[in-house]
């Protein structure tokens, strides 16, 4: 099989997701911290949508690995691998914001081949195979294709927060920061899209996981960016991560991150 027969299937799983975590959305839920120091909070909703994919995946795929935010690895060896975070940007989603999304990437022999963001609460979906990359929404579908930007004087950059990152990080981060025009705060995986769709130039983070970033390497790789980490090799480990619309601001940047 390849990535395209598992097209339809992919959408399925958008759906029994989104359809599982919408009736959360915007409710008094119960929130547990996944982590003695600081804040990292998972839901109901959360582990309901992981769980909802996982079933179908192996009702569907049963040779196929699994790897997942809430509930870990299985079969990761495997020739096809599917890559879950079923609310990236749980904060935003415990706070009543709609900047979180589903996240589902399909590795083919440990590469990410098909990856989607979808965002039931506004009806939006992201996806891309690597070699180009859709976008579609209410009453319309377009392609993804990311802006020109010729300096790094020029690009609107963003991060989830610099907080989340260590003190030498924050510091490297930091020049980037002020050599760009714009810097904006959050977005978790809608930062990406709206690198993919053309309307942020650079988007510059740490510590992500492999859930947080392959399945938005296809479409930012598919809309014509770069996605890497810091120090030039594949992002789809996670990791310390740049991503980039153009080339001379994904150079401009890693010039001043490797420090």
Request: with cysteine; glycine share 12%; proline share 5%.
């Given at each position: 099989?390849?990535?395209?027969?598992?097209?339809?299937?992919i959408?399925?799983l958008?759906?029994?997701?989104?359809?599982?975590?919408l009736?959360?959305?915007?409710?008094s839920?119960?929130?547990?911290?996944?982590?003695?120091?600081?804040?990292?909070?998972?839901?109901?909703?959360?582990?309901?949508?992981e769980?909802?994919?996982?079933?179908?995946?192996?009702?569907?795929?049963?040779?196929?690995?699994?790897i997942?935010?809430?509930?870990?690895?299985?079969?990761?060896?495997?020739?096809?691998?599917?890559?879950?975070?079923?609310?990236?940007?749980?904060?935003?989603?415990?706070?009543?914001?709609?900047?979180w999304?589903?996240?589902?990437?399909?590795?083919?022999?440990?590469?990410?081949?098909?990856?989607?963001?979808?965002?039931?609460?506004?009806?939006?979906?992201?996806?891309?195979?690597?070699?180009?990359?859709?976008?579609?929404?209410?009453?319309?579908?377009?392609?993804?294709?990311?802006?020109?930007?010729?300096?790094?004087?020029?690009?609107?950059?963003?991060?989830?927060?610099?907080?989340?990152?260590?003190?030498?990080?924050?510091?490297?981060?930091?020049?980037?920061?002020?050599?760009?025009?714009?810097?904006?705060?959050g977005?978790?995986?809608?930062?990406?899209?709206?690198?993919?769709?053309?309307?942020?130039?650079?988007?510059?983070?740490?510590?992500?996981?492999?859930?947080?970033?392959?399945p938005?390497?296809?479409?930012?790789?598919?809309?014509?960016?770069?996605?890497?980490?810091?120090?030039?090799?594949?992002?789809?480990?996670?990791?310390?991560?740049?991503?980039?619309?153009?080339?001379?601001?994904?150079?401009?940047?890693?010039?001043?991150?490797?420090?």
């Amino acid at each position: 099989m390849t990535v395209i027969d598992f097209a339809a299937f992919i959408e399925r799983l958008a759906t029994v997701s989104g359809d599982t975590i919408l009736p959360f959305f915007r409710t008094s839920l119960g929130i547990d911290n996944k982590t003695s120091s600081g804040f990292d909070p998972v839901t109901e909703a959360d582990r309901a949508a992981e769980a909802a994919m996982r079933k179908l995946i192996t009702a569907s795929f049963p040779q196929h690995g699994i790897i997942g935010e809430e509930f870990g690895s299985e079969r990761a060896g495997a020739e096809y691998v599917w890559v879950l975070d079923p609310i990236d940007g749980t904060k935003s989603f415990i706070s009543g914001l709609p900047m979180w999304g589903t996240l589902i990437a399909l590795l083919h022999n440990g590469v990410p081949a098909f990856g989607m963001m979808h965002q039931p609460y506004m009806r939006e979906r992201f996806f891309g195979d690597c070699g180009a990359a859709t976008f579609r929404g209410p009453g319309r579908e377009r392609p993804l294709a990311v802006r020109r930007c010729a300096a790094l004087s020029e690009a609107t950059l963003f991060t989830t927060s610099p907080l989340l990152m260590n003190k030498s990080d924050r510091g490297l981060f930091s020049r980037v920061e002020r050599e760009v025009r714009l810097s904006r705060y959050g977005g978790d995986c809608y930062a990406y899209c709206m690198l993919a769709a053309g309307h942020v130039d650079l988007v510059v983070e740490t510590e992500l996981k492999s859930y947080d970033i392959a399945p938005l390497v296809p479409i930012i790789t598919g809309a014509g960016g770069i996605v890497t980490t810091w120090e030039g090799g594949p992002a789809h480990l996670g990791g310390r991560i740049v991503a980039a619309g153009d080339k001379r601001v994904h150079e401009a940047a890693l010039s001043l991150l490797r420090g």
